[in-house]
Each structure stands twice: as C-alpha cells, then as structure tokens.
C-alpha cells in the first residue's frame, strides 16, 4: 500500500497561523516549491470523492488521473509563502494540462510559482499567480493562473 499524501498534508489552513494581509504580497516574488505525490490510491480517492467515471481516462489503454485531481493541491503553493487570511475567495482558475498524471503508478510533483500581478476591482483587492506542476523529472504536468480576492 502507498502512503497518501492528501490536499491538507501540503497546504495551510485558513486560522491555523496569522494570515497574511495585501499590503503584504510581493509582485515577482518566487513562492516557495512544494513537494507531493500523486498516488494511484489518491487517484481513487479522488475519483470517487468528485464522482469521476475513471473508466473515462484512459490515454493508449493506459490508465490516467482525471487532470484535475492537481485543483485540491493548487492553493498549497501560494499558502506556503503566504498563509491565507480568512475570507479568501477564489476568482478564477485557468489550468493549462500538458502531460497525463498515470493512475497506475505513483508520481511526485513539485509545484512552484510566482506572484504576477496585485491590483483592486470594484473597491476589492486581488492577488494573480503563476504556477507550475512538474514530475520530479521536470517534465510539465500543469500550468495555472489564479486570481483570489483578499479581504481587508
């Protein structure tokens, strides 16, 4: 049996220390990378937990993860640098997927980032990141853009 390494074992909960505040975000700054793995036990627990038809994902007969299963990893990255402030709200997400994540085999990613834009909205504060999903080979998994709001 694999060991799991589930969404909350990477990433900071909302109050579990001093979130960090707008002012406080850096634009260009390097987010500090995060290490986890994609197992096939994850694979299943996540199919079944978002109802997927894994049947449904299959690339050359072989058996891949719904690509989204990385969704649930995704706020880790930034959080490790900045821990989030109650009342984060997710604005947007646009996932780039360039390479499957094999369900039949355990995978290790690294996700890092970057910080790319600061900017307010309607009298509302926003943060925008950039990050990335490799295997620990370096081949690209994923590429993302989030925007979330930060209240004040």
Request: net charge neutral.
């Amino acid at each position: 049996m694999s060991m799991m390494i589930r969404p909350s074992d990477v990433k900071i909960r909302e109050g579990a220390t001093p979130g960090t505040p707008y002012a406080a975000f850096t634009v260009g700054q390097k987010l500090k990378p995060v290490r986890f793995m994609i197992t096939p036990d994850i694979v299943d627990e996540y199919a079944r937990a978002v109802e997927a038809d894994l049947g449904l994902y299959r690339l050359d007969g072989r058996p891949i993860a719904p690509p989204n299963v990385l969704f649930v990893y995704m706020t880790g990255v930034v959080y490790r640098t900045y821990p989030p402030i109650q009342g984060i709200v997710m604005i947007e997400a646009d996932f780039r997927w360039h390479h499957p994540i094999y369900a039949d085999e355990s995978t290790e990613i690294i996700a890092s980032g970057e910080i790319a834009e600061k900017f307010e909205k309607r009298g509302r504060r926003y943060i925008r990141w950039r990050g990335d999903f490799h295997r620990a080979d370096g081949v690209l998994l994923s590429s993302l853009i989030n925007t979330f709001h930060v209240p004040e």
